[in-house]
């Protein structure tokens, strides 16, 4: 099974910054009543269909006398039920929480477990009523207020200590983003300084951040490669030769499948597209054609696939 894809991968600049503030300043719904003890309950509650094919993200992890290691793991463990927060009633993803945890954890780590969830919602909750309106612009010194914000209320529910294991490298990148983007919204400087500044920022980071950092623009400069290379007459052999020397056979392999995957699509997309036109030109009333269409996209497209069409319609 595939893992659910959670981690953000966080760019330079604005973007950067709103993304990592707006991560802290992600409330959750109020929690909907819990299920009373007497209540009966389903052993085997229904997944949420958007985690189907995926496997929960993060982990949780005990010490040898059985205490609960608090790490970032147990947040992402958390987050990963999170998502799913609208297609489900919450008392039912905190169920699936907490049957995940006593499946990981011996009892001990496991009621350990279910307190920092049951405060991570409360946090949540409490971060989604505090949050004031929207800012016509995300200027640093509004993110830097809404973060500071965030952290002062989340100390209310979580250690200092407790805070560091489970938020710390989120909140470093937070604030290693904010200091970006101080620096590239600074008028005093002119384009030489802000690289320099930039820089010695970036410098800065750890080694495994800054190879996070760069790995999407790796991953550009590879499709920036295998165009170049097909727009010069090169064959598809030579893209696979380029992106195996680049990175390994195993990822060059990888590539190459969602290459034909994207050809597939598009081939598909023009067939819906040129019956599509047929259908709505041809004889008949709306109900016809509409119950036409209907046929059509179920013949090509899987009810999934149909959601995306939207945008191949207009």
């Known amino acids: 099974m595939r893992p659910r894809q959670l981690p953000m991968i ?130 640093v010194d509004t993110l830097r207020e809404g973060l500071r914000l965030m952290l002062a209320l ?49 410098a800065r980071l750890p080694a495994s951040e800054r190879a996070e950092r760069e790995a999407p623009l790796a991953v550009v400069r590879l499709e920036e490669a295998a165009q170049r290379i097909r727009a010069q007459g090169g064959s598809e052999d030579d893209v696979y030769r380029m992106r195996a020397a680049a990175t390994s056979p195993e990822a060059a392999n990888r590539l190459a499948d969602v290459d034909r995957e994207e050809a597939a699509w598009k081939a598909r997309i023009a067939a819906y597209q040129a019956q599509r036109a047929a259908v709505l030109s041809s004889p008949g009333d709306d109900a016809s054609r509409a119950a036409a269409m209907s046929d059509l996209r179920n013949r090509l497209f899987t009810p999934e696939e149909q959601r995306r069409l939207a945008a191949y319609e207009s």
Request: hydrophobic fraction near 45%.
């Open 10 to 139: 966080w760019v330079a600049g604005v973007v950067a910054a709103s993304a990592l503030v707006a991560l802290g300043l992600q409330g959750a719904p109020a929690p909907a009543a819990r299920v009373a003890d007497s209540a009966p309950v389903d052993a085997t509650p229904r997944a949420a269909s958007s985690l189907a094919g995926t496997s929960p993200d993060g982990g949780a992890t005990a010490t040898a006398d059985e205490a609960l290691v608090l790490d970032p793991a147990l947040i992402r463990l958390f987050d990963y039920y999170l998502t799913t927060v609208g297609e489900r009633p919450l008392s039912a993803i905190q169920e699936q929480v907490e049957r995940d945890l006593d499946g990981r954890l011996a009892p001990r780590a496991a009621r350990q477990a279910k307190d920092v969830f049951a405060r991570y919602l409360q946090f949540k909750t409490a971060l989604k009523a505090q949050r004031p309106p929207k800012a016509a612009t995300r200027s």
């Open 154 to 202: 989340r100390a209310t529910y979580f250690s200092q200590a407790e805070s560091q294991a489970l938020f710390g490298a989120q909140d470093a990148q937070a604030s290693a983003a904010l200091a970006r983007m101080a620096i590239e919204q600074d008028p005093a400087l002119d384009a030489g300084q802000r690289r320099e500044r930039l820089a010695a920022l970036d």
